[in-house]
């Protein structure tokens, strides 16, 4: 899986350009970085160096176990999904200048999975210097981090679910695994019971959490542009999830928010029972991606850099449906790629796709999305909190949700 791909207008290694390094997403157990929704033909025509990646996925990308660990001249195991980007980053470093591209000027991005990739990138000593801004989309990994090995709370360790998923596949030993075929481990792996492996402190690519690197002032300090789309949650609620009628709504409510129950229902009201999906997607979204774009803009603004938040809400042809502005629809813009796929895009998003291209390219290029013929993009405050809104215009606005994100990091503890 460890290949990259690199779409670029020139081979001349005094161009310079800068370079556009993109983290496909997919729960970091599924995805690839070469689909044409990834293409980066079109972004390299405005001038930048496009570099797409591959890394390995679920337990290959992230299983910790005591007998890895032990092997470990570092001591430590799991995280080889970020040690796969960092050795992509550090080949993009020593190569890229064939293919006309600034090792000095490369910005980390990705969506969903590949968004949390990016915060975790900022977070690891191993990625520092390898990268120069980062753009981050629907995701962060900025929530409590597994420890490697037991402590003393009740969490489990990375290690113990390693050793819980040795026992799942039926193996004596790390060795006895290794004999197994992929698929077979993949076959367990992939069941609902298995254990979700994730990015854990591991004491060498992770010293400390993510956002504790970031209070700490350990992390890499560089600009970022974040955000998060109007209707995230559609991806991932089922039907089946939502309560169908109003008595059965409340009922829910209070035993999910307790006292925050009513201050919940003013937020996200609710008449009659079709407003009922509407409340829980537009909640689920707010309490989930939106408090991790607001949290993130947040941390790096505290530094030395400048952040910049977004908030997507184009409707791809213009049209409502039950999945809306849902999880993933601003990649087609970002790539600028809407014209792949004509059966579902129109000349409006056409516009909408080069305008938001035109934003991240020039983000690349100077860490700040400005730029000749764009509507001015307010840099981040904690007093102004600036944003912009990227849906049939874009339009600059001040505090985006500022009641809904106000109460979900109150109930965060952030």
């Keep these: 899986c460890l290949y990259l791909n690199v779409w670029t207008e020139t081979m001349d290694s005094d161009a310079k350009r800068p370079v556009m390094f993109w983290i496909h997403g997919g729960g970091f157990t599924r995805?690839?970085?070469?689909?044409?929704?990834?293409?980066?033909?079109?972004l390299a025509r405005k001038g930048v160096v496009v570099v797409t990646i591959n890394y390995r996925l679920g337990v290959l990308g992230f299983m910790a176990h005591p007998e890895?660990?032990?092997e470990s001249e570092h001591k430590a195991s799991g995280n080889y999904a970020i040690m796969d980007m960092v050795a992509a980053l550090e080949w993009v470093r020593d190569n890229i200048e064939t293919f006309g591209g600034d090792p000095g000027n490369v910005t980390i991005f990705g969506e969903s999975a590949g968004s949390a990739a990016v915060s975790a990138l900022i977070g690891?000593?191993?990625a520092k210097g390898l990268f120069h801004r980062g753009i981050g989309q629907s995701g962060a990994a900025l929530g409590p981090m597994p420890q490697l090995q037991e402590t003393t709370d009740s969490n489990p360790s990375a290690e113990s679910l390693g050793e819980v998923f040795q026992k799942s596949v039926g193996a004596e030993s790390l060795a006895a695994m290794r004999s197994m075929s992929v698929d077979d481990l993949m076959t367990v792996a992939n069941q609902r019971s298995a254990p979700n492996f994730r990015i854990n402190v591991d004491g060498y690519v992770f010293p400390t959490s993510v956002m504790d690197a970031y209070r700490n002032g350990t992390h890499n300090d560089v600009p970022v542009m974040v955000g998060f789309n109007h209707d995230e949650m559609t991806a991932f609620i089922p039907e089946a999830m939502i309560p169908k009628t109003m008595e059965a709504f409340e009922t829910a409510g209070k035993q999910l928010y307790g006292d925050d129950w009513p201050a919940l229902q003013k937020l996200y009201p609710v008449f009659e029972q079709p407003d009922i999906r509407t409340a829980v997607i537009r909640s689920r979204?707010?309490?989930?991606?939106g408090l991790s774009s607001f949290e993130w803009v947040e941390a790096t603004q505290k530094g030395?850099?400048?952040?910049?938040?977004y908030y997507f809400t184009r409707l791809p042809r213009g049209e409502d449906t039950p999945y809306g502005v849902y999880h993933a629809a601003e990649i087609m813009y970002a790539f600028n790629n809407v014209h792949v796929r004509p059966e579902s895009y129109n000349d409006k998003d056409a516009e909408v796709a080069d305008r938001i291209s035109d934003y991240w390219v020039n983000f690349a290029r100077t860490g700040n999305p400005n730029g000749d013929g764009l509507p001015a993009w307010p840099a981040y405050s904690s007093d102004e909190?600036?944003?912009m809104e990227l849906g049939d215009e874009a339009v600059a606005g001040k505090r985006l949700l500022n009641e809904q994100l106000e109460f979900w990091s109150a109930r965060s503890g952030w």
């Design 124 to 126: 690891t000593p191993l």
């Design 285 to 289: 979204t707010h309490a989930g991606f």
């Design 68 to 70: 890895l660990t032990a």
């Design 31 to 42: 995805g690839t970085g070469a689909t044409d929704a990834y293409d980066g033909s079109a």
């Design 385 to 387: 909190r600036g944003y």
């Design 304 to 309: 030395e850099s400048d952040a910049y938040l």
